[in-house]
């Protein structure tokens, strides 16, 4: 299971540093990734760091000003926003999976719950 935290109500402007937390198995070789849902729109990929924690890569509307990593305690996952915008108000979701990076959602079996960030203009 994973559980994604960490998100709240800003400003635009603003920083947010968002985490997810794997439990019920070892999840710390897995590749991991952020997606987002805004409302009336479609899951879309954020960010992703595979599980060596070598490799990265970034949705081109974030690249700059999100930074994602893996804790200490291998098991977690943080995605650090900066320089938040309006548009990037939506449902936050952390997903896994176990080889490869993977940029669609339907490359990921795991899941978490998703947590809302609101920027406000």
């Known amino acids: 299971q994973l559980q994604a935290s960490g998100g709240g109500l800003v400003q635009a402007g603003g920083s947010l540093r968002l985490s997810c937390a794997a439990s019920g198995r070892t999840f710390s070789s897995y590749t991991k990734a952020w997606f987002r849902q805004a409302p009336g729109k479609e899951r879309e990929f954020v960010a992703t760091?595979?599980?060596?924690?070598?490799?990265?890569s970034y949705a081109d509307s974030v690249k700059g000003r999100f930074t994602i990593s893996r804790g200490n305690a291998k098991n977690t996952m943080y995605l650090q926003m900066n320089s938040l915008k309006s548009e990037d108000t939506a449902v936050y979701y952390c997903?896994?999976?176990?080889?490869?990076?993977?940029?669609?959602?339907?490359?990921?079996?795991?899941w978490g719950q998703g947590t809302l960030v609101t920027v406000s203009s």
């Open positions: 760091i595979s599980g060596s924690g070598v490799s990265t």
């Open positions: 997903a896994g999976r176990k080889y490869g990076l993977g940029f669609s959602p339907r490359d990921y079996d795991y």
